[in-house]
Nanobody, 125 residues
Framework: QEQFVESGGGLVQPGGSLRLSCAAP????????IGWFRQAPGKEREGVSC????????DYVDSTKGRFTMSRDNAKNMAFLQMNNLKPEDTATYYC??????????????????WGQGTQVTVSS
């Protein structure tokens, strides 16, 4: 597997929760950062949360702080995004990607690779 495979998206009401998962390529269990990104129709792709491998620190986009939590299970090559108190503006396709931790300079989607096909999240009443 050389790409991420995202899952867990769906339709949820405002205030609801979803837990996204992505199966990561095996090589990412080493010194690679993993990030969650999203793209809404007509908008540019943006970083949501990104985690470096060594210290586990996570960067979150301001609009998701306090609502989203990212985690990784390197033994299983999995990453997760727990999303609580979802808002209509969270509606987007969510993707995982990776880049070497040594090159990590934040959660902008530029220079990240091995993108998956994404999973759709729709927040609507």
């Amino acid at each position: 597997q050389e790409q991420f495979v995202e899952s867990g998206g769906g339709l949820v009401q405002p205030g609801g929760s979803l837990r996204l998962s992505c199966a990561a390529p095996e090589f990412t269990s080493g010194f690679f950062a993993i990030g969650w990104f999203r793209q809404a129709p007509g908008k540019e792709r943006e970083g949501v949360s990104c985690m470096r491998s060594q210290d586990g620190s996570v960067d979150y986009v301001d609009s998701t702080k306090g609502r989203f939590t990212m985690s990784r299970d390197n033994a299983k090559n999995m990453a997760f995004l727990q999303m609580n108190n979802l808002k209509p503006e969270d509606t987007a396709t969510y993707y995982c990607a990776t880049r070497p931790t040594a090159d990590y300079n934040g959660c902008s989607p530029i220079h990240w690779g091995y993108w998956g096909q994404g999973t759709q999240v729709t927040v609507s009443s």
